[in-house]
Antibody, heavy 116, light 107 residues
Framework: EVQLVESGGGLVQPGGSLRLSCAASGFTFRNYWMYWVRQAPGKGLLWVSQINSDGSDTTYADSVKGRFTISRDNAKNTLYLQMNSLRVEDTALYYC?????????WGQGTLVTVSS | DIQMTQSPSSLSASVGDRVTITCRASQGIGNDLSWYQQKPGKAPKRLIYDISSLQNGVPSRFSGSGSGTEFTLTISSLQPEDFATYYCLQHNSYPLTFGGGTKVEIK
């Protein structure tokens, strides 16, 4: 079974940092592009970042560029999102997603709350 | 950036109704359009990819159509388990963009 399990969310003060992880299983992780998508409470979906299969190419939404860094460890089948200089508006449920003609599947999400 | 305008933002329908949701792209996106269903407290699930290809395991009452800049998700006969929020996604160019969502509620 293809599975994505996120972790690392939590409560952080504005200006703080968090590192999200996504453990992948059930498929050949190194063959797929991977993505982070977030959803603020009661709001819609927003693409955050992507990374290609070998980690050599990354792209970011303007709202997180320069603050967030996506990376992956293909030996550990794990995707990461390093989030620095966090803002209140970064509060959201962060989903890890596999890229395959769109997004499938999605992890269950990890909640990031930025508040003082 | 490609804007995805989804309509309506919400609708009320009865079991058995035919439901149509539309996404309009601000420029052409080829076949790079997919649809997702999200139930409360759950992660989104892909229903349709490449405009009209049905995801494995998704009931055939769901269908997608369209071309160019206008795309449609149709539920031919709404079932109780279909009450949810639906999103379109364009993955033709960065930034990838979702429609604003359509909440399908029980009439």
């Amino acid at each position: 079974e293809v599975q994505l399990v996120e972790s690392g969310g939590g409560l952080v003060q504005p200006g703080g940092s968090l590192r999200l992880s996504c453990a992948a299983s059930g498929f050949t992780f190194r063959n797929y592009w991977m993505y982070w998508v977030r959803q603020a409470p009661g709001k819609g979906l927003l693409w955050v970042s992507q990374i290609n299969s070998d980690g050599s190419d990354t792209t970011y939404a303007d709202s997180v560029k320069g603050r967030f860094t996506i990376s992956r460890d293909n030996a550990k089948n794990t995707l990461y999102l390093q989030m620095n200089s966090l803002r209140v508006e970064d509060t959201a449920l962060y989903y890890c997603v596999r890229g395959t003609v769109g997004f499938d599947p999605w992890g269950q999400g990890t909640l990031v709350t930025v508040s003082s | 950036d490609i804007q995805m305008t989804q309509s309506p933002s919400s609708l009320s329908a009865s079991v058995g109704d035919r439901v149509t949701i539309t996404c309009r792209a601000s420029q052409g996106i080829g076949n790079d359009l997919s649809w997702y269903q999200q139930k409360p407290g759950k992660a989104p699930k892909r229903l349709i990819y490449d405009i009209s290809s049905l995801q494995n395991g998704v009931p055939s009452r769901f269908s997608g159509s369209g071309s160019g800049t206008e795309f449609t998700l149709t539920i031919s006969s709404l079932q109780p388990e279909d009450f949810a929020t639906y999103y379109c996604l364009q993955h033709n160019s960065y930034p990838l963009t979702f429609g604003g969502g359509t909440k399908v509620e029980i009439k």
